[in-house]
């Protein structure tokens, strides 16, 4: 990473929300993504501790100008979790007047899980980018997970969300899931992402909190089939 580029990965259970019990067994990563020059920052997938994340922001002496929410579920932007009430995106609107960055398929489930109404929610196409001081972040959209499920492309990081992890995926049986636009957005979709990037996931699911693309793609049991049929067949979708 150059020296102007600013990128913190937090986990959630240890860096922020460290007494959050539900935190510690979700394992969320936020990310804290801006320009050290001008001072700002933006967060992708604030939940649990919004307040922990402000802390961390201005210790750095960031502020914050944005959110990048990666999809709809409410361990990532906070929201009513198998009856638990999740702090995410509408407890950082009442600190901060800040735009939130979704999908535009996403924006609809959104506002079912956090109750926010359309017009503070901004829809993207894949392809956007949102400017950070001097830095931009390339929105891509990768469906699968969810309609509206992005992954975040910035310098030689990309922020995948529930997209792809370290190991394995995101599920496809929750409501918006879609095993074959996962797999679309997998092996098409992110085919432009190169193996020297480095692979920031959405949670710890693995002994690393990052690898390169590279490695993903040679050791990640989800790049093994090489068609869609054999996607189907050896997760179970034929």
Known sequence: MDDRLYFRQLLSGRDFAASDMIARQMVNFSYLIGDRQTGEAVVVDPAYDVGGLFD???????TL?????THYHADHIGGNMMGYQIQGVSDLLERADVPIHLQEPEVEFVTKTTGLTRDVLSGHRSGDTVTVG?????LIHTPGHTPGSQCFLVRDCLVSGDTLFLDGCGRTDLPGGDPEELYR????????????ATLYPGHLYSADPSQSMGQTRALNVVYRPRSLEQWMMMFGFG
């Open 56 to 62: 961390v922001l201005e210790a750095d002496g960031m």
């Open 65 to 69: 100008v944005g959110v990048l929410g």
């Open 134 to 138: 001097g830095i931009e972040i390339e």
């Open 185 to 196: 957005s997998l092996t098409d979709r992110l085919a432009k992402v190169p193996d020297s």
